[in-house]
Nanobody, 115 residues
Framework: QVQLVESGGGLVQPGGSLRLSCAAS????????MRWYRQAPGTQREWVAT???????NYADSVKGRFTISRDNDKNMVYLQMNSLKPEDTAVYYC?????????WGQGTQVTVSS
């Protein structure tokens, strides 16, 4: 069983930055594909970014160039650096871990972008 705990959410003005963190209690953490998703009120959860075990990254078009996903395998951590935030980035952000067919989710952290 893998536990994921997100942190770092909050209220930020448009144009501002936040860094989300996800702590994973997983052995062999480096083998996991790690992803961030988000869900705004009244919408479906959407994929944001992925970092593979070899640290290849991919991003949704809506965040490309503004968000950066990274990982620290020594600390069992994954991060999402979010810059140039927009009101439409407001959502609950979830950390996700994937290893073969096993998928785990964190509880989410709220990000609100508003003036």
């Amino acid at each position: 069983q893998v536990q994921l705990v997100e942190s770092g959410g909050g209220l930020v003005q448009p144009g501002g930055s936040l860094r989300l963190s996800c702590a994973a209690s997983a052995s062999s953490f480096s083998r996991y594909v790690m992803r961030w998703y988000r869900q705004a009120p009244g919408t479906q959860r959407e994929w944001v970014a992925t970092i593979s075990s070899s640290e290849t990254t991919n991003y949704a078009d809506s965040v490309k160039g503004r968000f950066t996903i990274s990982r620290d395998n020594d600390k069992n951590m994954v991060y999402l650096q979010m810059n140039s935030l927009k009101p439409e980035d407001t959502a609950v952000y979830y950390c996700n871990a994937l290893l073969i067919s096993r998928i785990y989710w964190g509880q989410g952290t709220q990000v609100t972008v508003s003036s």
